[in-house]
């Protein structure tokens, strides 16, 4: 793959015609060696949020050796990461599924919310005694972009018949619950760390595992989410009241935090009508967050020079295919000169961008570069700064 210090680096030596996905494996490390550094317990990559090779090797040369998967696909390509320990953290799995996890990929480590899950995962593994089962818990989202309490989890009287039954079944009990994807505030999971030590109660069970989950946020143009460091106070705070023994070891599964900053793509314009721009991607492509969730990416004009003093104009942007829901609303900051032919560089699509990316009317297809430069925003400017001193320091 061909390496450039930058997006306008890029576009003065190709001019692509395709999107570009800009490729910053610094960003990904960055990010993980900051998880590893500041979570008190294992860091598992939420698997789905973005599978390239090159942001796999940058978060597993500084150190993730944990994966959080979804699906047998996931398995198979996670599989061939050396060392790793795989999580089948899907609630809802088919029997076919488990099977082939535990058999072909040696999985012990899956999640569950109903008896009937716990009764398919004990059958298709011959009632192996050597599984971490996580019971996946219910609990109310605050300050999320995306909410995932409907589909999973269980609560109550339930959950702690739950937890019972599968205590009596596994070497490892573990709770595990997912406060909302992009969430803004670490409230959620106070709360939720506050429900989990009321269950434990009711169940009257020992864990020997707990997941606080994904939901650590990324940094876009209409969010100002709190430090990640005030996500590991909080949290470390509320496990201290919680009923468990020292012996019980923690886990979360950051996806979008972990490589949201380590990708951008560059589009081109292919026509402007007033303040709306025609675009070579969209929602059908790796901006569907942009059009779907209303995700604010940060954007600038890359490849030509761009007076300082230039008004910035706010846009919204088409998408290639014929569907009109194939549309960014914005508004996306742009100078006022913008024009057909002329390339822009969007930040921060690292996390989920590609992996909903489709060939929708023919339309998806992209190319990759390096680029060396630093992401649009970042949420890790101190650990950037201590590193860059270090490296002073060093020289």
Known sequence: MRKFHSASALIGATKPEIPVIGVRPHAAARAARWFMQNFPGDVAYAYKANSSVFLLGALYGAGIRHFDVASVPEIEDAATIPDATLHFMHPVKSRTAIR???????????????????????????????????????????????????????????????????????????????????????????????????????????????????????????????????????????????????????????????????????????????????????????????????????????????????????????GPTCDTIDYMKGPFRLPGSIKEGDYIEVGNTGAYGRALASRFNGYGAFEEAILDDEPMLTMYAAQAEAEREDERAQA
């Not at 818990?137 to 605050?142: E, G, H, I, R």
Request: charge should be negative.
């Open 100 to 318: 082939r996890a535990f058999s072909e990929y040696g999985v012990r480590s899956y999640a569950l919310d109903s008896e009937d899950e716990l009764r398919k995962i004990l059958e298709e593994t011959g009632n192996c005694r050597e599984l971490t089962l996580w019971v996946r818990v219910a609990v109310a989202p605050k300050n999320s972009k995306i909410p995932l309490d409907r589909k999973y989890g269980i609560a109550g009287a339930r959950a702690a018949r739950l937890l019972v039954k599968a205590r009596q079944a596994c070497k490892e009990l573990g709770i595990t619950f997912h406060v909302g994807s992009q969430t803004a505030t670490p409230d959620a999971y106070i709360s939720a760390l506050d429900e989990v030590g009321k269950l434990i109660v009711k169940a009257g069970v020992v864990l020997d595992r707990l997941d606080v989950g994904g939901g650590f946020p990324s940094i876009y143009v209409d969010e100002a989410p709190a430090p990640l460091s005030a996500f590991m106070a909080a949290i470390s705070e509320a496990v201290e009241r919680l009923p468990i023994g020292e012996r019980c070891r923690l886990m979360c599964e950051p996806g979008r935090a972990l490589v949201a900053e380590a990708e951008s793509l560059i589009v081109r314009v292919d026509a402007r009508r007033g303040n709306e721009l025609f675009v070579n991607d969209g929602s059908y492509g790796t901006l569907f967050d942009a059009a779907h969730l209303g995700f604010d990416f940060p954007v600038r004009l890359v490849g030509r020079p761009v007076d300082a003093a230039e008004a910035l104009v706010d846009f919204s942007f088409w």
